[in-house]
């Protein structure tokens, strides 16, 4: 019995080696279009004359000159730390007033038209008030990525906490848990895919609101650099803000994304199961 399953591992592993790892093979696959692109790109502009679509060395050599120097401590790390911020605090308001509403019915729906009225509101048109209120600082951006990207978390974790299996909840009750026991423990552990599906909304939605308001109403910031570039006819300096902004988006969503396979561990191993 031992031999027949030793020899059925080193088959199954054999099998793998040859077909190679899904994941590694993903990676490679999804690598070839920008390397295409990037290709493109670089002959179809090399000989460009116009001062709209420069080539995209001179983009490239801008975007070492301007963003990997000082502009690290003065751009990037302050709009990052907006971005951190303003998500953490929709994380705490979301998960928090979210598992409230999910238990009590009757404040969902008394709070229910309040909270879609301003869901509905575009982000972009909340940046003059959030002006007005807080003036030009940090204060205003934090507030509106954290207004903007709450809702998402907020109603999946309604949805959530709402829709656990009765089952689990009596089992619960039977080991005698806690409100704060089965809500720790149980109810948000339960609904944690769907509230992990919401932060990856939300911070989509950060993301966009960071870059938004510091164009409208900053001093500093990666959306603020890329707009004066755009304004004062650094056209290489616009077009490697446009590029750096990409690679972090790309950056903070790979971060996100082993974030919550470390978390929902447990999920993706019983749905593969």
Known sequence: MTTTTATTESTTTEATRRRGSPRFSGTIVSLILPVVILI?????????????????????????????SARVMSDIVPSLTRLVVGFLIAVVVGVSLGALLGRLRIAAYALNPVLQFFRSLPATSLIPVAVVLFGIGDTPKIVLIAFVSSFPILLNTIDGV??????????????????????????LHAASPQVISGMRIALSLAFVVMVSSEMLGATNGMGYVTLLAQQGFQITLMWSGLILLGLIGLLVNGIFILVERKLLHWYTQNQED
């Open 162 to 187: 709402r829709n656990i299996d009765p089952v689990i909840e009596d089992v619960s009750r039977s080991f005698r848990l806690t409100k704060m026991q089965r809500l720790r423990w149980v109810q």
């Open 40 to 68: 493109t790109w670089w002959f179809v502009s090399a000989n460009s004359t116009s001062p709209f679509f420069p080539p995209l060395q001179l983009i490239l050599q801008t975007f070492v000159e301007a963003w990997l």
